[in-house]
């Protein structure tokens, strides 16, 4: 049982590029998120979703899509990258009735 | 708007020694309450939730934490700390059940 995979693990970008995170999770969750973690700022939602086929905008969307065509699937989408979205980003997932379980991240760089 | 303040960014201490990291937030309606904690390198871990009922909420690995509405906190404690615990640890607040507000982080350095 993997729980939630993020892929890739780490990732080198140049300006301008784009590309996509993939979160996968195995537990049959409704819910899941997208976080990014800046140093001295804890984690910030991106953008979730409550459920196959729908998502929401959370505190930080500007500059991310994202979609949600499987439940098992959150995909996070950067158009067109910017150096100031370098961060390590968080996808999690969960049942209503329980807590949030994380990925163990993807680090990006933009240069 | 709910926020969380974490009020020591960083806490260092002896083995074996008692600890005890702060959380304050802020919210005008009822909260659910979490602690979590980062390893190097990994994702985020439940530690232990406040949703109702009895103020001290024990959790994982003997941390416990207690709810204060008055004071609007909810500190995490314990009684004796290993080297094992050296972690990022973060409290987050949720007044949906759904949407989690982070603090920025206690990095805690056990110390041999």
């Known amino acids: 049982n993997a729980g939630v995979t993020q892929t890739p693990k780490f990732r080198v970008l140049k300006t301008g590029q784009s590309m996509t995170l993939l979160c996968a999770q195995d537990?049959?969750?409704?819910?899941m998120y997208w976080y990014r973690q800046d140093p001295g700022m804890g984690l910030r939602l991106i953008h979730y979703?409550?459920?196959?086929?729908?998502?929401a905008k959370g505190e930080v969307p500007d500059g991310y899509n994202v979609s949600r065509l499987k439940k098992q699937n959150f995909l996070l989408g950067l158009e067109s990258a910017a150096p100031s979205q370098t961060s390590v980003y968080f996808c999690?997932?969960?049942?209503?009735?329980?807590?949030?379980?994380f990925g163990d991240g993807t680090r990006l760089s933009i240069l | 708007a709910q926020s969380v303040t974490q009020l020591d960014s960083q806490v260092p201490v002896f083995e074996e020694a008692p600890v005890e990291l702060r959380c304050n937030y802020s919210?005008?309606?009822?909260?659910?309450l979490f602690w979590y904690v980062q390893y190097p390198n990994q994702g985020l871990q439940l530690l232990l939730k406040?949703?109702?009922?009895?103020?001290l909420v024990k959790g994982i690995n003997g941390f416990e934490a207690e709810f204060n509405k008055s004071q609007t906190s909810f500190h995490l404690r314990k009684p004796s700390v290993h080297i094992s615990d050296t972690a990022e640890y973060f409290c987050?607040?949720?007044?949906?059940?759904?949407?989690?507000?982070f603090g920025a982080g206690t990095i805690l350095r056990v110390k041999s």
């Open positions: 999690a997932s969960r049942d209503p009735q329980g807590p949030q379980h």
């Open positions: 537990m049959n969750h409704e819910y």
């Open positions: 979703s409550v459920g196959e086929g729908t998502t």
């Open positions: 919210s005008s309606v009822s909260v659910y």
């Open positions: 406040y949703l109702s009922g009895s103020t």
């Open positions: 987050a607040v949720s007044e949906d059940g759904n949407k989690l507000v």
